[in-house]
């Protein structure tokens, strides 16, 4: 076998000029786009899905944190960075989702490697809907274990995966809303097959949790699997809670078992005191304000039929999601910045961030949305809509 050459120091990252030009070539390339402080623009890209963000008991508690704890956590959980933030975030997040515990990470991604990997192992088998998160994605391939990924929201897939299975243990890993289209998972029927096949089930709640189930106690609750052995429900608190971090609630000894095993719990630094005072100022804020949730579902509702009713192909949303497809990733693109440069700033979702391959702008309704900040986004996007992209 011929040993290839050995190129010279300033040729080994060629191969990278190679793949920016084929990204470049399928309208496949990123940008990162700074924002101020302050802007005048209309937000329905952001996850800030009831609008605590800004709001000043959530801000005011992160200044707070920070100020007495200091700026960083200063270590991983099992050393210096757990604090009595953390522990009060966790007790509240479990009382609110109504499970017996919980356990706060760094971010949602590391949440959702944490759950997967420590709860499956090269004993199991694990079955997803092909459409899940990139972070649960990572997570089963890390996993060592038999993962099968079956056709979007197919129950009958997922019980057939279930049933020829050739690992003792398994574990159902799902979105409960997928976060590009916004359609909700069947959490009640995907509960019952696991259950007849004795296998446990990991919720990623993202994009349900403050959105979705009694005052915003998130889809798990609202298909009445809170507090249920079988079920693990993952959590970010940088949607609905405006903060920063993830979360993983779920039965008290499953969560001893990741504070013990999840590595992207161990040797991670900790969350930030000030995020952590920050999403449970949220938590408080949601508590006495439930009706915030109501009033995303009906935001984004009002958004998604007059932008059907404008002729769009749009998803009618199960919760804050909306979805718009474009007929290409390049014209993708180009809708969003012209939609940007008439002040509604909007999501670009191209491949490989969409699972199915369709490039599309995704919109994410908040509780703050007014009528005429529908009415105006509404206009704008229609009038930017690229040929192809009305149904």
């Known amino acids: 076998m011929t040993t290839p050459p050995t190129p010279p120091p300033d040729e080994v990252f060629d191969w990278l000029d190679v793949e920016a030009e084929k990204r470049a070539n399928a309208g496949?390339?990123?940008?990162?786009?700074?924002?101020?402080?302050?802007?005048?623009?209309?937000?329905?890209?952001?996850?800030?899905?009831?609008?605590?963000?800004?709001?000043?008991?959530?801000?005011?508690?992160?200044?707070?944190?920070a100020l007495r704890w200091g700026a960083g956590s200063t270590g991983s959980r099992l050393v210096t960075g757990s604090t009595e933030l953390h522990t009060e975030l966790e007790l509240e997040l479990a009382r609110f989702c109504g499970a017996q515990a919980a356990l706060v990470f760094s971010s949602g991604f590391t949440a959702n490697?944490?759950?997967?990997?420590?709860?499956?192992?090269?004993?199991?088998?694990?079955?997803?809907?092909?459409?899940?998160?990139?972070?649960?994605?990572?997570?089963?391939?890390?996993?060592?274990?038999?993962?099968?990924?079956?056709?979007?929201?197919?129950?009958?897939?997922?019980?057939?995966?279930?049933?020829?299975?050739r690992k003792p243990r398994a574990l159902v890993v799902t979105d409960s809303v997928f976060s590009v289209e916004g359609d909700l998972a069947p959490l009640g029927e995907l509960a019952e097959i696991c259950r007849a096949h004795g296998a446990a089930m990991v919720v990623?709640?993202?994009?349900?949790?403050?959105?979705?189930?009694e005052g915003g106690r998130g889809a798990v609750h609202a298909a009445g699997l809170s507090g249920a052995p079988d079920v693990v429900t993952t959590l970010t608190?940088?949607?609905?809670?405006?903060?920063?971090?993830?979360?993983?609630?779920?039965?008290?000894?499953?969560?001893?078992?990741?504070?013990?095993?999840?590595?992207?719990?161990?040797?991670?630094?900790?969350?930030?005191?000030?995020?952590?005072?920050?999403?449970?100022?949220?938590?408080?804020?949601?508590?006495?304000?439930?009706?915030?949730?109501?009033?995303?579902?009906?935001?984004?509702?009002?958004?998604?039929?007059?932008?059907?009713?404008?002729?769009?192909?749009?998803?009618?949303p199960d919760a804050a999601v909306i979805s718009l497809r474009a007929p290409s990733a390049q014209t993708a693109a180009a809708w969003a910045a012209a939609c940007a440069e008439q002040g509604i700033r909007v999501g670009c979702f191209r491949p490989p961030s969409v699972p199915d391959g369709i490039s599309r702008l995704r919109l994410t309704a908040r509780a703050d949305l007014t009528e005429s900040d529908v009415d105006r986004a509404v206009k704008v996007i229609t009038a930017t809509a690229p040929r192809g992209a009305t149904a």
């Not at 192992?121 to 060592?144: N, P």
């Open 28 to 65: 496949l390339v990123r940008q990162l786009r700074p924002r101020p402080a302050r802007v005048d623009e209309l937000d329905l890209a952001g996850n800030d899905y009831l609008g605590l963000a800004r709001d000043k008991r959530v801000a005011g508690a992160a200044a707070a944190a």
């Open 113 to 165: 490697l944490g759950a997967v990997t420590a709860l499956s192992g090269s004993e199991a088998a694990i079955v997803t809907d092909k459409y899940i998160h990139a972070s649960l994605i990572e997570g089963c391939r890390l996993s060592r274990a038999d993962v099968a990924a079956v056709a979007h929201s197919s129950p009958s897939a997922i019980k057939h995966a279930l049933a020829t299975r």
């Open 204 to 213: 990623d709640d993202a994009h349900g949790f403050g959105v979705l189930g």
């Open 237 to 316: 608190l940088s949607k609905a809670l405006g903060a920063q971090g993830g979360a993983v609630v779920g039965p008290r000894r499953v969560i001893k078992h990741l504070v013990d095993t999840a590595r992207s719990f161990i040797f991670d630094t900790a969350l930030a005191p000030a995020s952590a005072a920050a999403a449970l100022a949220a938590l408080h804020a949601l508590k006495e304000e439930p009706g915030l949730a109501e009033k995303v579902l009906e935001n984004a509702g009002n958004l998604a039929m007059s932008l059907k009713a404008a002729g769009l192909k749009v998803s009618l």
